[in-house]
């Protein structure tokens, strides 16, 4: 049984950091796709990053030059970093995860909001 407990999220203003953590549990999880992705009040899932165990990350065209993922292999923890924030960035944040046999090359930020496993989610509010 695969568990993720995200973490790390609060309000922060505009332009400040912030590092969301994942732990993450499960038989063969170190092997599974990972990634992050963010809903907004009336808005849709939007796929932020994406990491496979190769360790290359994969980021979406509103994470780009902001954010980076990274993952402890050892610990079984995935981040996400966050740099200068926006208000745009506010939502619940979400680890998912997802068997790598299942999804081909873990590439595609886009797919994280359907894979099989996420976890409670996290809040992250940007105030202006």
């Known amino acids: 049984q695969v568990q993720l407990v995200e973490s790390g999220g609060t309000s922060v203003q505009a332009g400040r950091s912030l590092i969301l953590s994942c732990a993450a549990s499960?038989?063969?999880?170190?092997?599974?796709?990972m990634g992050w992705f963010r809903q907004a009040p009336e808005k849709e899932r939007e796929g932020v990053a994406i990491?496979?165990?190769?360790?290359?990350?994969y980021l979406s065209d509103a994470a780009k030059g902001r954010f980076t993922i990274a993952r402890d292999n050892g610990k079984a923890i995935l981040y996400l970093q966050m740099n200068d924030l926006k208000p745009e960035d506010t939502g619940m944040y979400y680890c998912?995860?997802?068997?790598?046999?299942?999804?081909?090359?873990?590439?595609?930020?886009?797919?994280?909001?359907?894979?099989?496993?996420r976890g409670q989610g996290t809040q992250v509010t940007v105030s202006s």
């Open positions: 998912a995860a997802h068997p790598p046999w299942l999804i081909g090359p873990c590439r595609n930020p886009g797919l994280v909001p359907d894979f099989d496993y």
């Open positions: 499960g038989e063969e999880i170190r092997t599974y796709c």
């Open positions: 990491m496979g165990v190769d360790g290359v990350p």
